[in-house]
């Protein structure tokens, strides 16, 4: 057995658990999240996943893409769902997003956002 065969769950570091909750909860909707003894907060997802935000000194901004979520067919509703909320996607020029901050890579669509802390994370139709 190897780490192809256990579940993965991100833990993301941030640098104001108010302000990161209030993002994680109010924003992007997540409940229920379980106060773990870090400090943090753990948040279940879809088909038994979990998202671990945690408080740290140590953040790194990076342009890469810490986590994403798989929509499937609720992709173009959610991200309506998220607009209305507030959440702002990010706009690139390569790739090319079109005006709802959303790329097209062959079938597939992504779309990007960050947290308060500039954490990217992805939104995908896959």
Known sequence: ????????????AVSD?????????GKLG?????ETEDGGK?????????LHIFPSRYIARSEATRAGWE???RFEELIDELTSKGLVFEQYEEPK???RGVVTFGEVKVAYF???D?????LTNQ
């Open 17 to 25: 658990m108010r302000r990161a909750t209030e993002f994680y909860e």
């Open 42 to 50: 753990t948040y279940r997802c879809g088909h038994g996943t979990t």
């Open 1 to 12: 057995m190897g780490l192809q065969d256990v579940a993965i769950h991100p833990g993301i």
């Open 97 to 99: 997003t079109d005006e």
């Open 114 to 116: 960050r947290d308060p």
């Open 30 to 34: 997540l409940s229920g999240g379980e």
């Open 71 to 73: 929509a499937g067919d």
């Open 118 to 122: 500039g954490n990217t994370f992805g």
